[in-house]
């Protein structure tokens, strides 16, 4: 059983749409993690959020904290085919950092 | 160099080879760690080392040896693998810090991955 679950697992949009992936659990983390990864490389570091309903913006995107801080939601406004790539989410508890599977993007141009 | 470098990038290997993965992270981090990721499957965690000792270590097949020679370098000590050891393998580095008897650990940084190919 993931201790991160990711939905949708794929999300295939046309380019200027919005979408909203999302990260739930049943434990409550310290802080947590969104990365964008592309294929062949490793994950990079979007954002991190560490405090119940907290609201970060990163241009077109929006991460959002939960406020029990077990779930976390990301969007993106008027996505571009750039947007693309796999999401993970990663919550930290303590001493472990546990990951989701992950939400495919595919963004069409 | 920046944040966390791999090397190769990329590997092909027999099953009776031995060969080396390389990671090094120029974050001044104390804790570094190795995962594995196959297609279709979420991260795997292979192995932790905090203050260069090894913490955890998720039942990895001996066929895989980690060693940390310092605070900055982590290496993977690859032999005898089987083709389901194909994957990418990714290092991860992060500033854990402790709290009394409580180790927290903090986000952590991947570097670009191995693509490794066991024939």
């Known amino acids: 059983t993931q201790l991160l679950e990711q939905s949708p697992q794929f999300l295939s949009i046309q380019e200027g749409e919005n979408l909203t992936v999302y990260c739930n659990s049943s434990?409550?983390?310290?802080?947590l993690q969104w990365y964008r990864q592309e294929p062949g490389e490793g994950p990079v570091l979007l954002v991190t959020v560490v405090t119940g309903g907290e609201v970060k913006k990163l241009k077109r995107l929006t991460f959002q904290f939960g406020d029990a801080r077990k779930d976390s939601s990301l969007h993106i406004t008027a996505a571009q085919p750039g947007d693309t790539g796999l999401y993970l989410c990663?919550?930290?508890?303590?001493?472990?950092?546990?990951f989701g599977a992950g939400t495919t993007v595919t963004v069409r141009a | 160099e920046t944040g966390v470098t791999q090397t190769p990038r990329h590997l092909v290997m027999g099953m009776t080879n031995k060969k080396s993965l390389k990671c090094e992270q120029h974050l001044g981090h104390n804790a570094m760690y190795w995962y594995k990721q196959s297609a279709k499957k979420p991260l795997e965690l292979m192995f932790v080392y905090n203050f260069k000792e090894q913490t955890e270590n998720n039942s990895v097949p001996s066929r895989f040896s980690p060693e940390c020679p310092n605070s900055s370098h982590l290496f993977l000590h690859l032999h005898t693998l089987q083709p389901e050891d194909s994957a990418l393998y990714l290092c991860a580095s992060s500033q854990d810090f402790a709290s009394g008897d409580t180790l927290f650990t903090d986000t952590q940084y991947f570097g670009p991955g191995t693509r490794l190919t066991v024939l």
């Open positions: 434990s409550v983390f310290s802080s």
């Open positions: 990663g919550g930290s508890n303590d001493y472990k950092l546990s």
